[in-house]
């Protein structure tokens, strides 16, 4: 069990920084209260990705989007091929983010307790697999065009939602 016993409070820790920011009040440049409801899409965009992706790493992206009141780049995929994907599973493969506009590198966070903010798990087909980078507010946000790194892996030009 080990660590594992640690992911369900990260988990509570996370939604609660989400609800925490999302119940702050809004506020203009000069510190006003906003009185209009933020935008908020009607449901989400399909994430588009390169088709070679499924072809030689036995994957496909899932999900990219901004998470834990902008502190975190919450990256999810679906592992189609567990052969093909292995080789990002792999400790030695440290994951790791470019934001393409300013060319920033961004890391997997590593907690004392809990260790690398990933699933390390062995694949295994038609599962969801997760990892967050670590980032300041601001850096990265949604619409930013980023390329996700893993060992040889490359995901270029995705779209953080």
Same mark, same amino acid.
């Given at each position: 069990?080990?660590?594992?016993?640690?992911?369900?409070?990260?988990?509570?820790?996370?939604?609660?920084?989400?609800?925490?920011?999302?119940?702050?009040?809004?506020?203009?440049?000069?510190?006003?209260?906003?009185?209009? @409801?933020?935008?908020?899409? +009607?449901?989400?965009?399909? &994430?588009? #990705?390169?088709?070679?992706? =499924? $072809?030689?790493?036995?994957?496909?992206?899932?999900?990219?989007?901004?998470?834990?009141?902008?502190?975190?780049?919450?990256?999810?995929?679906?592992?189609?091929?567990?052969?093909?994907?292995?080789?990002?599973?792999?400790?030695?493969?440290?994951?790791?983010?470019?934001?393409?506009?300013?060319?920033?590198?961004? @890391?997997?966070?590593?907690? +004392?307790?809990?260790?690398? &903010?990933? #699933?390390?798990?062995?694949? =295994? $087909?038609?599962?969801?697999?997760?990892?967050?980078?670590?980032?300041?507010?601001?850096?990265?946000?949604?619409?930013?065009?980023?390329?996700?790194?893993?060992?040889?892996?490359?995901?270029?030009?995705?779209?953080?939602?």
């Amino acid at each position: 069990m080990g660590m594992r016993k640690y992911i369900p409070g990260l988990l509570l820790g996370l939604v609660l920084c989400l609800a925490v920011s999302a119940c702050a009040p809004a506020t203009d440049g000069a510190g006003q209260a906003r009185t209009e @409801a933020p935008a908020v899409p +009607a449901e989400p965009r399909e &994430l588009v #990705t390169d088709p070679t992706l =499924k $072809e030689k790493w036995g994957i496909e992206v899932t999900w990219l989007a901004m998470s834990a009141g902008g502190h975190m780049v919450d990256f999810r995929f679906r592992v189609l091929d567990s052969e093909k994907a292995a080789s990002l599973f792999q400790r030695a493969n440290k994951p790791y983010l470019i934001d393409q506009a300013s060319g920033q590198v961004l @890391a997997v966070p590593r907690t +004392a307790k809990i260790g690398p &903010l990933r #699933t390390s798990d062995p694949p =295994k $087909e038609d599962r969801i697999y997760w990892m967050f980078f670590g980032t300041v507010p601001g850096l990265v946000k949604t619409g930013s065009v980023v390329t996700v790194v893993i060992g040889d892996f490359r995901a270029e030009n995705l779209v953080v939602q």
